[in-house]
């Protein structure tokens, strides 16, 4: 069966760093595209990095440039988002997805920015 899980939320003050984890099984890690999405309190679900299988390029939601990394390790099966410089408004639950011929969703993880 597929599945994603979702680790390393919790709570972080303002300005505090947090590393997600997503464990990926079931599927061909290797060849999908990975994502993390969150969503906020009342708003739409929000694209925040994305990282191609081959290449391993990436990209990022404008908000999050320079303060936010993603990366994967296709031999552990695993995405990861580093989210550094942290700010309450980015306080959401945050889901990991991937992409190819499926489209897959984990449960998502709780981050909460707040002193």
Do not use: H
């Amino acid at each position: 069966q597929v599945q994603l899980v979702e680790s390393g939320g919790g709570l972080v003050q303002p300005g505090g760093s947090l590393r997600l984890s997503c464990a990926a099984s079931g599927f061909t890690f290797s060849r999908y595209v990975m994502k993390w999405y969150r969503q906020a309190p009342g708003k739409e679900r929000e694209l925040v990095a994305g990282i191609r299988s081959a290449d391993g390029s990436t990209n990022y939601a404008d908000s999050v440039k320079g303060r936010f990394t993603i990366s994967r390790d296709n031999a552990k099966n695993t995405v990861y988002l580093q989210m550094n410089s942290l700010k309450p408004e980015e306080t959401a639950v945050y889901y990991c997805y991937a992409v190819l011929w499926n489209q897959y969703w984990g449960q998502g993880t709780q981050v909460t920015v707040s002193s």
